[in-house]
């Protein structure tokens, strides 16, 4: 990325490091916990569905769920930004 | 009382030979008595980093089966005669030791020593495990990048497993300016994908290629980062309070435009 992407706060693509951090913390969890990406897609995707029922501001796609480590125990952190609801 | 010390890491070609000479160094500088144990049977390499290999005679396996006393197979470091190596052998494998066999050897050192280092083979099998089995405490050793950091993960899970605490962590080749640049994962990073303490930072450094290539620690070089680096984590291992290098080196703004061409800062 040259100077003018710096300049701009990020160009197209993300910073190397911040992809193999994300990179990571899938592949953790997946050694960890047996959760692969697939399974966690599949997640994303029917805790849209549950959420749906009371929110109809969600969409799966926009679900950010990361693993956050602690000394005892892990997190799961689900991120679920809901749609602007206003006009309906 | 002796404190058993593994320095381990999963993935090979971390450094972990490189941290257990220049602690090992380090420590006795400083006044310890030192043994450091090459726990890698077959691929024998601390004593060639430490420029000791020239005056091997027996090794562990033969200390091990009977064939030499443990006094005979010290080789005493060329400049601190407070630190001494217990060679791997060359000729056999990793199946040449019992954990018990190991649990024996590492109690007999803390007899006569202070500091019992042992650098690990790398990987999860036989040689890892006898490299843990006889510590007190574990030191993962990782680089900032995705293979490393993975298995260090599985390491400590591993470490965890076996009853011996929570292992603290080394973060070496750290690349102060890629970092800032974000094409780099930092320390933070790697801390907060593995949750174990940090017990120090060492950046890269050619340095440690050219006291490598010596036999020589880096810890003599007055002006080897890497060398200040592990003289701090020996200070820390010592019960000291030592801040981290900062590595972080602030560049201007103009410097933050053409990093690559800036100077280098030590």
Redesign the interface.
């Known amino acids: 990325m040259g ?1 003018l992407g ?2 701009f706060g990020g160009g197209r693509r993300d ?4 992809v ?2 994300q ?3 899938m ?2 969890v997946d ?2 916990y047996k959760l692969t990406p697939d399974m966690l897609e599949q997640m994303k995707i029917e805790m849209a569905e549950v959420l749906s029922r009371y929110l109809p501001h969600v969409d799966s796609d926009q679900i950010e769920v990361t693993l956050l ?3 005892a125990n ?1 997190h799961l952190k689900a991120e679920i930004p809901l749609k602007r609801g206003r006009d309906e | 009382m002796a404190r058993v010390i593994t320095i381990t890491s999963g993935k090979g070609g971390v450094g972990k030979t490189t941290t257990t000479a220049n602690l090992g160094t380090a420590l006795a500088m400083r006044g310890a008595r030192v043994a450091v144990m090459d726990a890698d049977i077959g691929l024998r390499n601390l004593d060639v980093v430490m420029g000791l290999e020239n005056r091997i005679v027996y090794d562990l396996v033969d200390v091990v089966e009977g064939r030499a006393r443990l006094r005979q197979a010290l080789i005493k470091d060329k400049r601190l005669p407070e630190l001494c190596l217990l060679p791997a052998a060359q000729t056999r494998d990793k199946d040449a030791v019992s954990p018990e066999q190991m649990v024996y050897l590492t109690n007999q050192l803390r007899t006569e020593f202070d500091f019992v280092l042992i650098d690990s083979p790398a990987g999860i099998e036989g040689g890892f495990r006898n490299a843990i089995v006889g510590a007190d405490e574990v030191i993962i050793v990782t680089t900032p ?2 293979s490393a ?2 298995d260090a ?2 390491i400590v ?1 591993l470490v965890e497993a076996a009853e011996k605490g ?1 292992p603290s962590l080394i973060v070496n080749r750290i690349k102060p300016r890629l ?1 800032n ?6 320390v933070e ?1 790697v801390i ?5 303490n940090l017990l120090g930072i060492v950046p890269d450094d050619e340095a440690i290629v050219t006291s490598t290539n010596r036999g020589e620690a880096a810890v003599y070089d007055q002006h080897s980062l890497a060398g200040r680096a592990f003289l701090n984590i020996a200070r820390r291992l010592n019960g000291e309070e030592v801040p981290f290098l900062p590595l972080q080196d602030q560049p201007g703004v103009l410097e ?3 990093g690559i061409f800036g100077r280098r800062r030590t």
Do not use: P, Q
């Not at chain 1, 910073?15 to 911040?18: H, P």
């Not at chain 2, 907060?192 to 174990?196: D, G, N, T, V």
């Open positions: 100077f710096n300049l910073r190397s490091a911040s193999a951090k990179r990571l913390m592949v953790l050694d960890r480590r602690g000394e892990d | 990048e995705v950091v993975r993960d599985r899970g929570t970092v640049r974000g094409e780099m994962l930092s990073d907060e994908l593995l949750a174990i933050r435009f053409f």
